[in-house]
């Protein structure tokens, strides 16, 4: 890409209709399809087999967001990855995850679950559902009805928006790491959690290194993370359009790459505006000079068939700390710095001790 190319890119990075995530004007197939059509019409500074490959990729979409039978959005999601450059240009992660969050060297990963009676609680409580009770289990973002993911997160604070907690609910959380010693190629994590304030936002060399993405494969990537990334206007019913695109997603990941470890790494669609706690205050991202996106990194990690009651797969490739009762703990930031110093307790989620 020419400078005058990369200065064009910028400048629609900018724009605040591109930003992420989004609300929706109306219905989902409506926002959809405005966006991507506004999208594609500035796209001019690119030569034309560009700007036509990248239209290619959004038609696919605006098709799929004008669906309501899954396997119909499905069949066609798979049409998309078959004939269109997306996957080409999509960036998958293979060796291993990035350092989002406030770690240093250490990918640290979270999760939190409400606990309703006052006890101590083993690891395997805060892993996935159990796949006894996938029955129950609906579809959310990255998540297929009745078949569960594990969903970790960069911060603590990340989990409680997600949930929508407080800090007076009765919780339970601890630290995820991948365990060490595991082969250097099995991850297959389609990396959506890279947003156009990322590149706008004047970024360290940490976030250099953590946004992959060039600058052309991110305009082809672009569409499909904005159609994953429209903030649900209504989680309580039991079809959300908004969220076909990416199931539609996990799907052709858990199809093609189920003998990995598979899933997708996204930021946050929980708020609008992300806000961070420091030194007691609440510091808004559209206040500070820095992007936000590291600390609301989620992942969405494929389950896959299996009769016993946990993904073998994820049990192995994971060591958890022993969970820790938020009523222990001064606040959010308290709760996450005392599970990051637990890293004695990192075993097995078959580890009682």
């Not at 672009?222 to 199931?247: D, W």
């Amino acid at each position: 890409m020419t400078e005058q190319e990369k200065k064009c890119f910028i400048e629609l990075m900018k724009q605040e209709e591109f930003q992420l995530p989004r609300r929706m004007d109306g219905s989902y197939r409506a926002s959809l399809h405005k966006l991507l059509d506004d999208y594609v019409r500035q796209l001019g500074f690119l030569d034309r087999v560009h700007q036509k490959a990248i239209a290619d990729i959004c038609t696919y979409l605006k098709e799929m967001a004008a669906m309501h039978d899954t396997r119909e959005i499905w069949d066609h999601f798979s049409a998309m990855m078959e004939h269109t450059e997306l996957l080409q240009r999509l960036h998958i992660i293979c060796h291993q995850l990035p350092v989002d969050g406030y770690g240093i060297k250490n990918s640290n990963l979270f999760r939190i679950r409400e606990c309703m009676d006052n006890k101590n609680y083993a690891r395997k409580d805060i892993f996935h559902m159990p796949l006894t009770e996938n029955r129950h289990t609906r579809a959310y973002r990255y998540n297929i009805a009745g078949y569960p993911s594990l969903y970790v997160s960069s911060t603590i604070y990340c989990c409680f928006t997600e949930m929508g907690k407080g800090e007076h609910d009765p919780l339970i959380g601890s630290m995820f790491r991948l365990r060490e010693g595991r082969s250097r190629d099995d991850l297959y994590i389609a990396d959506l959690g890279v947003r156009p304030i990322d590149f706008i936002k004047s970024i360290g060399y940490r976030d250099l290194g953590r946004r992959k993405y060039r600058y052309t494969d991110y305009l082809y990537a672009y569409p499909l993370i904005a159609a994953c990334s429209f903030i649900a206007a209504n989680k309580h019913v039991n079809y959300i359009h908004e969220y076909s695109i990416s199931n539609a997603l996990f799907s052709w990941l858990h199809q093609h790459h189920a003998d990995k470890i598979c899933g997708v790494r996204y930021f946050s669609c929980a708020k609008r505006e992300y806000m961070i706690r420091s030194a007691g205050n609440v510091k808004k991202e559209s206040e500070s000079t820095s992007s936000f996106t590291r600390y609301f990194i989620n992942y969405a990690l494929s389950v896959e068939r299996t009769t016993q009651t946990y993904s073998e797969k994820l049990a192995d490739a994971f060591v958890v700390t022993k969970p820790k009762n938020f009523d222990d703990y001064a606040d959010i930031k308290d709760f996450e710095t005392n599970i990051k110093r637990d890293t004695s307790s990192l075993k097995s989620i078959y580890d009682e001790r």
